[in-house]
């Protein structure tokens, strides 16, 4: 193992256009197995006209138009159950996990997802003689298992608690004295603070003192982790994954945007244009398995992150996500800022008044952004002019933006599953 952890070493850490040599090379060869082995990549292809042998480089992928979640459960009824994008025998899988549609996903670079796991624990100081609750879920998904098995290659001893029981899990870190945790960041952060309901010096009666977790949309990362860090005094190490693909990415140990893993080729996509977004601009994360058992080609994952290829002081020379922030279609930018559906909301539930909320995006006649609310009454008869005001008020106060226009609509206009999100500035719309 040892030796396996010292080749992607050399991978994680060989200079950007060595790497990208390499990465291109193995993506021809994946193309063109994919094309003859994997039906869906064949179609995609065809109906671009694209002959495989076109595609040389990681830039070139551009030409494939990407493939959306809601393809895979439609293709994995046609192809069952994977899809048509497995090509070898059922018994070369290592594993098989689920995701909601139901989506099947055979997990096939786990050993090389794990060594780079393991290796980045290391820069925080997991290690043997660690004690580790791993809190993560072990059935049907796979982020329990693969934290499980990186800490045991670092030589830790994991306890597979699971999700939930907070004070079961309160009471085995004090019996154990549990030194690591594994699991969501705020279920981290609830445990403390139960703990400290329950009477407890954190600090002195407990014996944690590093956690790898992963973060949630829609939860304050930086906040909770000053906390837990300053407050708590436990090192916290952050990874990103998501059902379709597993480990995405992980810190190092300089604690500044996760590096995405090796075998996972990342373009971060501009959902507004279709093209490549520069570093520091969000962009959605589409990827690529360059792997023949599973060569899943140009999944757009829903996710928008921010990102950068600035070179990380840690060696390691692939791209660093510096921010999950939110889902394609709950999050965009307007006049040069972001705006969060989720904010929009939190602006909409401090009026009883209101029952449900859009927001409109045009252009006006210069092509400037018109940020519109549509608002839905709970009763007709309420008087919209000061409620207008006031509501134009609140939305600056949150989401720091001004609203230019503030429209009511006849109750029951928005339909179940109506889209919070209408972006009509043209290019291509978020969805
Ligand atoms: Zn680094």
Redesign the pocket.
């Known amino acids: 193992m040892e030796q396996r952890i010292m080749e992607l070493k050399k991978l994680e850490t060989m200079p950007v256009e060595e790497k990208e040599r390499y990465y291109n090379q193995q993506l021809q060869h994946v193309i063109q197995y994919a094309y003859q082995n994997a039906p869906p990549v064949k179609e995609k292809l065809d109906s671009a006209g694209i002959a495989p042998a076109q595609i040389r480089t990681i830039k070139d992928l551009e030409m494939i138009p990407v493939t959306k979640k809601e393809e895979i459960v439609d293709l994995q009824k046609k192809y069952p159950p994977f899809g048509g994008y497995v090509t070898k025998p059922m018994e070369e899988l290592q594993w098989v996990h689920i995701s909601p549609g139901p989506i099947y996903t055979p997990i096939i670079n786990l050993e090389a997802i794990i060594e780079g796991a393991a290796s980045a624990l290391g820069d925080i100081g997991f290690g043997k003689g660690d004690i580790v609750i791993n809190t993560t879920g072990y059935h049907l998904v796979v982020a329990g298992l693969g934290l499980d098995l990186a800490l045991r290659i670092m030589g830790a001893t994991v306890i597979p608690s699971g999700p939930g029981n907070t004070e079961l899990q309160i009471e085995i870190m004090r019996h154990m004295k549990v030194t690591g945790f594994g699991g969501f960041v705020r279920f981290l952060l609830t445990i403390m603070e139960k703990a400290e309901e329950l009477g407890y010096d954190f600090r002195r009666d407990f014996a944690l003192r590093h956690a790898v977790v992963l973060g949630e949309i829609g939860v304050d990362f930086p906040s909770i982790r000053k906390r837990i860090e300053e407050k708590y005094g436990v090192n916290l190490m952050q990874l990103y994954g998501t059902a379709d693909l597993g480990l995405v990415a992980l810190e ?3 604690k ?2 996760m ?1 995405l893993v090796e075998g996972l080729v990342a373009e971060f996509v501009d959902p507004l244009t279709g093209k490549r977004a520069q570093p520091g601009e969000p962009g959605e994360l589409v990827a690529t398995i360059l792997h023949e058992t599973y060569p899943l080609i140009r999944l757009a994952t829903g996710d928008l992150v921010r990102w950068t290829d600035e070179p ?5 020379t692939s791209p ?1 996500l510096m921010e999950i922030l939110g889902r394609v279609g709950e999050v965009t930018k307007v006049k040069g800022m972001f705006l969060w559906i989720r904010e929009v909301e939190q602006v909409v539930a401090k009026f009883p008044q209101i029952s449900k909320s859009q927001v409109v995006l045009s252009h006006d006649s210069r092509g400037r952004d018109v940020l519109t609310l549509r608002l839905e009454l709970v009763e007709e008869s309420i008087g919209t002019e000061k409620l207008s005001q006031d509501f134009g008020a609140a939305f600056q106060g949150i989401c720091r933006l001004r609203l230019d226009k503030v429209e009511f609509v006849t109750k029951g206009a928005f339909p179940e599953g109506y889209q919070k999100l209408v972006d009509e500035r043209g290019i291509r719309k978020w969805e």
């Not at 990380?312 to 390691?316: A, F």
């Open positions: 190092c140990g300089q500044s945007g590096h990380c002081p840690c060696g390691r660093r």
